[in-house]
């Protein structure tokens, strides 16, 4: 079944510690797209890219990096910098860049700082 | 910049009740698209609205892009106890040049049984 995998659900980190999570999509998505969820808020952006290679800051990308290396790849890494990364991550795709815009989610994961 | 606001923040229905929501941008949208979030999970994407006026059902799901293109509108009829979770609208951050989307606060639906 083609979609959005993201690994893992759950993921502990230590303080001073980078960790990385995993968004892999199989739809063939030129764009793909990271996002921070804080309860009771919306979604913030924190990173996307367009195409392979190729990727932009969003409204809160300080503490984090991200690499696109494969079309169907965006891994995203929360860095020791980012000083408040308890939250859930969420992973987007979208099969367009422009026009009829609409992304399809990735099933999270939860980060906890222990 | 551009923002959402959502509303209502809560609603706790009763199983079988007819649900409303809605959105408002502070700019023009030229697309509206509503998902639905259940706990611990990725949102979902429940309707995808692109012309003003437009009017699209989606089983008992029924959203509207707004005559003014600065609102969108969702209702839920005869509810039921599986539609509880958040429901966000969310609309094109920058006119649609990039694909990104801004997204409301969402609404947090309650359904008793």
């Known amino acids: 079944d083609g979609g959005i995998t993201q690994s893992p659900k759950y993921l502990f980190r230590k303080e001073g510690q980078n960790v990385t999570l995993s968004c892999e999509q199989n739809?063939?998505?030129?764009?793909m797209y990271w996002y921070r969820q804080d309860p009771g808020q919306g979604l913030r952006l924190i990173y996307y890219?367009?195409?392979?290679?190729?990727?932009q800051k969003g409204d809160i990308a300080e503490g984090y990096s991200v690499s696109r290396e494969k079309k169907e790849s965006f891994p995203l890494t929360v860095t020791s910098a980012q000083k408040n990364p308890t939250a859930f991550y969420l992973c987007?795709?979208?099969?367009?860049?422009?026009?009829?815009?609409?992304?399809?989610f990735g099933p999270g994961t939860r980060l906890l700082v222990l | 910049g551009q923002q959402l606001n959502q509303s209502p923040q809560s609603m706790f229905i009763q199983e079988g009740e007819d649900v409303s929501m809605n959105c408002t941008s502070s700019?023009?949208?030229?697309?509206w698209l509503w998902y639905k979030q259940d706990p611990g999970e990725g949102p979902v994407l429940l309707i995808a609205?692109?012309?003003?006026?437009e009017l699209t059902s989606n089983g008992r799901l029924t959203a509207q892009f707004g005559i003014t293109r600065k609102d969108s509108f969702l209702n839920i009829s005869a509810s039921i106890p599986s539609d509880v979770g958040i429901y966000f609208c969310a609309g094109p951050n920058d006119g649609g040049a990039t694909n990104k989307l801004i997204f409301g606060t969402g609404t947090l639906l309650a359904v008793q049984p």
């Open positions: 609205l692109y012309k003003a006026g």
């Open positions: 987007a795709s979208s099969p367009h860049t422009g026009g009829r815009e609409t992304q399809y």
């Open positions: 700019s023009i949208f030229n697309t």
């Open positions: 739809l063939n998505h030129d764009a």
């Open positions: 890219s367009q195409i392979v290679n190729d990727f």
